[in-house]
């Protein structure tokens, strides 16, 4: 079985634009979180969306946004990207709530300059 | 409000030593915590998880930890360090209530020398 899968791995955008991230999780799995890792940090929750619906959001600004299809894959979304967005976005999936674990994708590596 | 704090962000051991990695959480009702690894230029990887079942949980790779309430600890313990252990290792835990969100500590880098 394919795991959470990223993309793109890697991208360098500008600051002012907008990034697009997207996440498909396990075969099975209806819960996507999203979390940021600043280098030398622990990852930061910023979303999770549980059969399409939002279920939590962490502490970061309206810029960010996310939003999961009918398929349970999701997409994050950031606008006006900033220097201080450069990080290693992952994503987590998860079966059943937060007993069961969550299982995290590669990550997507964003350059803002 | 639930946290996590691990002590010593390096630690270093020989090859065939005690690997111990601490953690402490701090919560407001039961727990469930974690033990992730990362790789360089990878994701996580779960090495093991408590539940609320046994105390003493047992996960991937030889790695196992002791959930202690009187403590409010769940340290990370391998017998024997094995070179391919060098990586770093994030402690999370999340709650009981069906918390949407794991709450990580800053990470203990784990170098294993020769």
């Known amino acids: 079985d394919a795991g959470v899968t990223q993309s793109p791995t890697h991208l360098i955008k500008t600051r002012g634009q907008h990034v697009t991230l997207r996440c498909s999780p396990i075969s099975g799995h209806k819960s996507v979180s999203w979390y940021q890792q600043v280098l030398g940090q622990g990852p930061q929750f910023i979303f999770q969306?549980?059969?399409?619906?939002?279920?939590g959001r962490g502490n970061f600004p309206d810029r960010f946004s996310a939003r999961q299809f009918p398929n349970y894959s999701s997409e994050l979304n950031v606008n006006a990207l900033l220097l201080g967005d450069s990080a290693l976005y992952l994503c987590a999936s998860s079966s059943q709530g937060s007993s069961f674990g969550y299982t995290f994708g590669s990550g997507t590596r964003l350059t803002v300059v | 409000a639930q946290s996590v704090t691990q002590l010593g962000s390096h630690v270093s051991v020989s090859e065939g030593a005690l690997v111990l990695l601490r953690c402490n959480y701090s919560?407001?009702?039961?727990?469930?915590l974690f033990w992730y690894v990362q790789y360089p230029n990878q994701g996580l990887q779960l090495l093991l998880k408590y539940t609320s079942a046994a105390t003493l949980v047992k996960g991937i790779n030889g790695f196992e930890a002791e959930f202690k309430k009187s403590e409010t600890s769940f340290h990370l313990t391998k017998p024997s360090a094995h070179m391919s252990d060098a990586a770093e290792y994030f402690c999370?835990?999340?709650?009981?209530?069906?918390?949407?969100?794991?709450?990580f500590g800053t990470g203990t880098q784990l170098k294993v020398e020769l």
């Open positions: 919560s407001s009702v039961p727990p469930y």
């Open positions: 999370a835990v999340t709650s009981t209530g069906g918390g949407n969100k794991l709450t």
């Open positions: 969306y549980y059969e399409k619906e939002e279920r």
